[in-house]
């Protein structure tokens, strides 16, 4: 991948967001990771995306039962 898309940095610009995703020294810590809260706040999108989904279904089944 490219520098240029992945933000200059060698990694995605979600990981290296580091002054809200627990920040570390870049002089300390060159190639970096992506922080546990960058993975909870993942997890949390991922699951708000899966019950959004589970509750339209069962609005659609519901409608369908209906009409």
Known sequence: MS???WGGV???WIC???T?????NPMRDPGGSCSWVT???LGILVLLAVL????????RDLLSALF
Not at 20 to 24: D, K, Y
Not at 52 to 59: A, I, M, Q, T
């Open 20 to 24: 809200w995703a627990g920040g570390t």
């Open 52 to 59: 959004v989904h589970s509750f339209f279904g069962w609005v």
């Open 39 to 41: 993975v909870v706040i």
């Open 3 to 5: 520098e240029a898309r």
């Open 10 to 12: 060698g990694q995605p």
């Open 16 to 18: 290296s967001m580091r």
